[in-house]
């Protein structure tokens, strides 16, 4: 299995909902990281777990709270989000050891709509 | 501060023919190379890497060459498809800062029949 998945695909919410964003990898990797994607723009960089653990913020509004429950699964939680924030969120997961290839594998993605 | 820069944000290529883009990079700590291709509404697939100890690796239809001294390097697509018609990524991870991929402003290869 070399696939990351992400739930769901699509998701629309006011910014005074609370979401969830889900992210599931079986490849063993045991880090996991959070990106968002602006149209037209690279990804960016928000969150890295490495063995469950946070190891990485990159300076992340407190209105986005990540979660790693256990060495397959990502979540990233949402609450009090702004129209700003609407992107295409990102989930990859790859190898930690920096003797190893180092390439992560990304999931299709969540298009989150804040209206 | 992009320290990932891909110049050139499109290009056209015809089929059969060789696809060749480019990234340059400022951080001198860079030791690894990665390239992604991206489809609309999907997540960057990697396509190829490179470790700033060699300066080809070659993948079938793609190849990538690095130059450490003029802290450049490209993607060679040969021959060119339709099904070549993406975004692509150029990123870096450094030394000092791992898990952290930088990544170039993408180039949007479109393959003409």
């Known amino acids: 299995d070399t696939e990351v998945t992400q739930t769901p695909k699509h998701l629309v919410m006011g910014m005074t909902n609370k979401k969830s964003l889900k992210c599931e990898q079986h490849?063993?990797?045991?880090?996991m990281y959070w990106y968002k994607q602006k149209a037209k723009k690279p990804p960016e960089l928000m969150f890295v777990?490495?063995?469950?653990?946070?190891?990485i913020n990159e300076s992340v509004p407190s209105r986005f709270s990540p979660e790693c429950p256990n060495s397959s699964l990502l979540n990233l939680h949402l609450h009090a989000l702004q129209p700003e924030d609407s992107a295409l969120y990102l989930c990859?997961?790859?190898?930690?050891?920096?003797?190893?290839?180092?390439?992560?594998?990304f999931g299709p993605g969540t298009r989150l709509t804040v209206l | 501060d992009q320290q990932v820069k891909q110049n050139s944000p499109s290009l056209s290529v015809q089929e059969g023919r060789i696809s060749i883009l480019n990234c340059d990079y400022t951080?001198?700590?860079?030791?690894?190379f990665l390239w992604y291709k991206k489809y609309p509404a999907e997540g960057p697939t990697f396509l190829i890497s490179?470790?700033?100890?060699?300066d080809k690796n070659e993948d079938g239809r793609f190849t990538v060459f690095l130059n450490k001294s003029a802290k450049h390097l490209s993607l060679h697509i040969v021959p060119s498809q339709p099904g070549d018609s993406a975004v692509y990524f150029c990123?870096?991870?450094?030394?000092?800062?791992?898990?952290?991929?930088?990544f170039g402003a993408g180039t949007q290869v479109v393959v003409t029949p």
């Open positions: 990859a997961s790859s190898h930690p050891n920096r003797d190893r290839e180092e390439e992560q594998f």
């Open positions: 490849m063993g990797h045991r880090a």
């Open positions: 777990y490495s063995y469950e653990k946070l190891s």
């Open positions: 951080n001198s700590m860079f030791d690894y």
């Open positions: 490179i470790s700033s100890i060699k």
């Open positions: 990123a870096a991870i450094s030394t000092d800062s791992w898990g952290k991929l930088q």
